[in-house]
């Protein structure tokens, strides 16, 4: 069983309103929208499952979906060109992550300057 390292409140700082959470901890979703783009974020935390989902107002359904199973961590990165959440790939970090070293493989998520998602990999 992967164990998923994460501070919740560093995610939340990058987001405009409390994540909905299940009655048993299971899971946090955040929503972020920037018209015309809106972003659903769900981390399940003991599962260490991640899904983000992408709409545009124009379109009915998502345009983008991406899941990650089993991920060891998250860390929310503040830098000059702006705010960014990195999610890591499964096996991707020998032994626990410690929360605040560059993820090598995996999605970074952009909320500031705008919302982008693209892959890591060095």
Known sequence: ???????????????????????DGLFYQYALEQTPLR??????QYDADIE???WT????????RCV???SPGIRVVDEKAGRFIEF?????????YDG???IPNGLRLWMEPQIRIETIAW
């Not at 309103?17 to 009655?23: E, N, Y």
């Not at 107002?57 to 983008?64: K, N, T």
């Open 1 to 23: 069983m992967t164990f998923l390292v994460w501070d919740p409140m560093e995610v939340l700082s990058l987001f405009d309103a409390m994540p909905v959470k299940d009655q």
């Open 57 to 64: 107002d124009h379109l009915p359904d998502p345009i983008s």
């Open 39 to 44: 972003l659903q974020l769900t981390i399940w």
């Open 100 to 102: 605040h070293s560059p």
């Open 88 to 96: 890591a790939a499964p096996h991707c970090i020998e032994g626990k």
């Open 52 to 54: 983000i989902i992408l």
């Open 68 to 70: 990650i199973r089993n």
